[in-house]
């Protein structure tokens, strides 16, 4: 996986996140304004219970996405038998 690619998972999962807490501020909005209770706790309770799922799982997303990408880079390297340098991906890897 290329940096470029690990940036854009990276970004993609952190943009539906945001589209989601967006979702949940509306659901916790309209299921508060139908609530007969205290309206602020019932936004609170779901805005917050809503919020920390969607945190958890991105973070998680994003430290898998970066834990399968590994230390991989891009370089350009002169190979033998080659005129110009060819553009090629290295990864380190543990084992």
């Keep these: 996986m290329t940096r470029y690619r690990e940036a854009l998972l990276v970004g993609l999962i952190r943009i539906v996140a945001n589209c989601l ?12 304004s139908r609530s007969s209770g205290n309206a602020t706790l019932t936004l609170c309770a779901w805005f917050f219970g809503i919020t920390i799922v969607v945190w958890v799982v991105a973070a998680y997303l994003i430290k898998w996405v970066r834990r399968k990408a590994g230390a991989s ?3 350009f390297i002169l190979l033998p038998g080659n005129d110009k340098p060819c553009l090629v991906e290295w990864k380190v890897i543990k084992r």
């Design 73 to 75: 880079n891009q370089s």
């Design 21 to 32: 807490m967006i979702g949940a501020i509306f659901l916790a909005m309209f299921l508060a």
